[in-house]
């Protein structure tokens, strides 16, 4: 990130701080008004991930009473979608301009009295970005002192602090963040756990650090489904520096450039040559620009890592493994091998798929290795390890509750089963029995399928959206998702979806029904009809998960008998929600001859058809092959 601090004239710059950020990785840094407030403070940004790193910088610390942030390269998420503004304390007005499709966006905020820059942006960012931190029925507060650290997720009980204070009612800080050990000293009554944090990670004491990464920088939103051998490679190259070394990507040889790549520093090349993307080896997050070069790239190879800076350039691997490239990686230092998550390493240490392979085997290359990323070292899911020891409790992901409405007990054996062997280690089932009963023998089947379970029964006079508000109102976990009794679901399918929810910020979050089983003629087809990792309806309404909190508040789900799905989705959009579709694999949707509430014909889902599977794709992602045994020879 770049910075050009100005001040008014010498008798008022106590009153007045500008800034200037640019998603350019070689600016200086910002530095906030020596007299330690400012009355103003105007932020000008490039765009919002450059105002997101402002978060990071000590002057994030510096409190004010007035801010102007303008966003010139402003993008919504979907066409007249605008955020909301977090809490302020001491709020007398602010005013917020977002243009339709995009642009110069301006939000003005006045207080009552000065906040610290980084509580005021924390709230602004809710205006311009979708932020929606995961529900938990137990968190910590964290407190920064004096700058946070560039993987601390936007988030309102995440704070900065000049110096740690003492509280007599309560014990002040649950989790106090700090550049070095130094800092630190406190009472053991002041602060629950003191972690040593920077901007490659954290660590406590006596434990091998942490390398974190802020997933709502690094995901793969806009990956899009183009995979495979023939789509643009780059090569990732470390590079020396003095006194700190770089990185820079690059087309290889054997492919073109890809067209007009976006420049990254004052000495990038014109556009169409190499490379496309460089930085420094500072741990920071990814820049909007490097970000926007880096996806043009549908895998990267990286020959040599050097290990001269292990924390960061483990960092910067992580970073690139979430947003979906392909990264290749065969030989990891252990200086920086020792920092990434165990699954993780054994995905860039695989080979890539042939070059005669399907398509579909990059696609599921590139899904493993974002997942695996995500979850080793997104701060919303890796963090809590480390402070497990002080908060155990805090360490597990949100918990899920899978909403399964039926009238057929005979589909129950399979779709229980599927959710019985889900990987997400936070999840019961809660099924309601819509006008049927259950045989003795299948009911103690069911409830032996190891994870917790609710059978319940509602009258066959309730409609299919009353039973579906019966089924939620028993669930506990703080995410539900809906599952329909005729689909197919593979053992990744709840984590997909968690993740999803965490990095995209929507409302609303599932996926696409992609892979169509159309049982009566024994073939399965992929319809490209939407793109994966997009904003946007519609999303398959056997996939959809909400936190329980935004399901209740936006109605629930309306007493209808049909189009119940479509009816909570308009609701969300009504209420100023974002729906997210994730990638579509794990997740088979069904035809049967049985019969469906919505029925379009076979036609409908031969319209615009790709790829076909004589009966189903053979493969553990959709937990229709043992692992070790994929098939995914399509027609």
Known sequence: MGGVVRG??????????????????????????????????????????????????????????????????????????????????????????????????????????PVPLHDLLTAALAVLAPVRPLPRPASADVAAVGVAPGWLPVDANHSVTGALTTNPEIRGYDVVLAPDAATLAAPSDLVGVAVTAGGTGARVANRQPLVLIDSAVANPVGRGRRYGPTEPTGVLEFLPGDPVPGWQVRPAESVPAPADPAPVGADSPAAGAVPVARGGLAGAPLSGDQLAAIRRFTHLICPDVPAVAPAAEATLLAQLAATGAVLRVPQLPPAVADRLAEPLLAVLHSDLPGVGADPLEWEIRSVRQRSAALRGHAAAFAAGDVTADTFPALAAPPSVSAVLVTRRPEYLPDVVRQLAGQTYPELEIVLCLHGIELTADLRARLGECGRPIQIFSAPAGFSFGEVMGAATARARGSLVTKVDDDDVYGPEHIWDLVLAREYSGAMLVGKAAEFVVLQMLGVTVR???????????????????????????????????????????????????????????????????????WDAGLDYFLRRGGQQWDGVPRHPEFGTSPVGLPEVTAR
């Open 8 to 113: 008014g004239s010498p008798d008022h710059r106590r009153w007045w701080w500008r800034v200037r950020l640019t998603d350019r990785p070689d600016g200086r840094p910002v530095s906030g008004p020596t007299t330690g407030a400012a009355r103003r403070a105007l932020v000008d940004a490039d765009s919002v991930a450059a105002l997101r790193r402002l978060l990071a910088e000590p002057a994030a610390a510096t409190p004010t009473r007035q801010l102007v942030v303008r966003v010139r390269r402003w993008r919504p998420p979907t066409a007249g979608w605008s955020g909301r503004l977090g809490p302020v304390p001491g709020l007398r007005r602010h005013r917020v301009r977002l243009p339709r499709g995009g642009g110069n966006a301006r939000l003005s905020v006045d207080l009552a009295e």
């Open 527 to 597: 319809r490209a009809a939407v793109p994966p990792e997009a904003y946007g309806a519609p999303v398959a309404g056997g996939t959809m998960l909400m936190a329980r909190g935004d399901l209740e508040a936006v109605g629930g789900w309306r007493p209808v008998p049909r189009s119940v799905d479509r009816g909570l989705m308009d609701r969300v959009l009504r209420a100023g929600g974002l729906i997210y579709r994730t990638h579509p694999l794990g997740y088979l949707y069904e035809r049967r001859a049985a019969g469906h509430t």
